[in-house]
């Protein structure tokens, strides 16, 4: 699967966060936005009956949501989930942070204008947040109508083309002939993706609210904006642990308690 991402510039996981796991998150979501329906086809009616008539605007929306989310340790229980840990972690090591600057986002339907909806994006590529190219993207749905109701589609292989110059968040050039696909994640399911990919929103015909986020090394020396964004260590490798045992960078052996002096 390492391969395919050098490859491709992108993973999807299927069933890659538990149902347990996912049903929790869901329920913080609704008890959050105080949809105390049991169906959960009439939460989620509930739902769109709030996104499509929003007093403010997405983003104050989706930002308590995302905090709730990383506050009560469900990022972190995410991003340890085993399929996605093993992934992550073969890829850039075990010394992982994920970004917790609120990234929770919403698209609704008939609001398919980046410039009046800031979390509807044409072509583009995250570095030009300020993501350096050595972190990865995570994606997953967190309350959808379906699989097909409008997700992200990706340029396969456009992470191999570089930093494409850009204008007001648009490209300036692309290839005339480029090999394209969109998502179908179901509930569970992740993306992870190079943020040199090249991608973009696809419009959807029902509200979505979907996680993306950065993980990254945080021992990777930065080349980018991410030294201004926050981040939450999430998992350290032996040899960092070992650091932190000896708690100084000189990592005196001098350590030990009730050392024998004799």
């Known amino acids: 699967m390492e391969t395919n991402f050098s490859e491709k510039g992108y993973i999807v996981i299927r069933n890659a966060i538990n149902l347990n796991l996912f049903k929790s998150i869901q329920n913080e979501i609704y008890s959050h936005l105080r949809i105390r329906d049991k ?21 104050d929306f989706t930002k308590p949501i ?19 840990f093993n ?10 942070a994920y970004c917790s600057d609120p990234g929770a986002n919403l698209n609704l339907p008939k609001k398919s204008d980046p410039k009046k909806n800031y979390f509807f994006k044409g072509w ?20 959808q109508k379906n699989s097909r109701s409008g997700q992200i589609e990706l340029i396969e292989s456009s992470h191999k083309w570089g930093h494409i110059p850009h204008n007001n968040r648009q490209p300036i050039k692309l290839p005339k002939k480029i090999k394209t696909k969109k998502l179908n994640l179901d509930y569970g399911d992740v993306i992870i993706f190079s943020t040199l990919l090249v991608h973009r929103s696809v419009e959807t015909n029902f509200p979505r609210l979907a996680l993306p986020c950065l993980i990254k ?13 926050n981040f939450q260590i999430f998992s350290y490798s032996e040899m960092t642990k070992i650091e932190r045992i000896l708690g100084n960078h000189y990592l005196s052996p001098f350590r030990i308690n009730n050392l024998d002096e004799n």
């Open 87 to 96: 992934l992550v972690s073969n890829i850039l090591g075990r010394d992982l």
């Open 39 to 59: 169906n959960q086809n009439k939460k989620y009616d509930s739902f769109c009956k709030k996104v499509n008539n929003l007093r403010i605007n997405e983003w």
């Open 124 to 143: 583009h590529q995250e570095i030009w947040s300020g993501a350096s190219p050595s972190t990865l993207q995570f994606w997953t749905p967190l309350v």
């Open 66 to 84: 995302f905090e709730l989310l990383h506050h009560k340790k469900y990022l972190e229980n995410i991003f340890l989930e085993k399929k996605l």
């Open 217 to 229: 090394n945080f021992k990777n020396r930065e080349y980018s904006f991410e030294t201004n964004r």
